[in-house]
């Protein structure tokens, strides 16, 4: 499976991001699909899931408020959205994909959000 996310840029605080995460080939071997975010100088943190099948989502309780998870089998394309956006959202924003039995360990290249004025 290769992955490829896409939506970044600059944001105002207070605003929206959408990002999407597009995979491709072996797309029958992904159980699921996470988004992850980097910040400098932090460790990955782990945002939101989702499973292709059953769409049932998993969401970091830092974000419950502000984050929804969907996916769109028929475009093999899993989107993230984020209210609320503050400067500390700043981050690279990744998404990867999971096997039934593994953990997240297929990434794809992430997408840089800044969230600033």
């Known amino acids: 499976v290769q992955l490829q996310a896409f939506g970044g840029g600059l944001v105002q605080p207070g605003g929206s991001l959408s990002l999407s995460c597009a995979a491709s080939?072996?797309?029958?071997?992904?159980?699921?699909i996470g988004w992850f975010r980097q910040a400098p100088g932090k460790d990955r943190e782990f945002v939101a899931a989702?499973?292709?099948?059953?769409?049932?989502?998993m969401i970091a309780s830092a974000f419950k408020e502000r984050v929804t998870i969907s996916r769109d089998s028929a475009k093999n394309t899993v989107y993230l959205r984020m209210n609320g956006l503050r400067t500390e959202d700043s981050a690279v924003y990744s998404c990867?994909?999971?096997?039934?039995?593994?953990?997240?360990?297929?990434w794809g290249q992430g997408t840089l959000v800044t969230v600033s004025s």
């Open positions: 990867a994909s999971r096997t039934i039995d593994g953990p997240f360990n297929l």
């Open positions: 080939g072996r797309t029958s071997s992904s159980y699921g």
């Open positions: 989702i499973n292709w099948n059953s769409g049932s989502t």
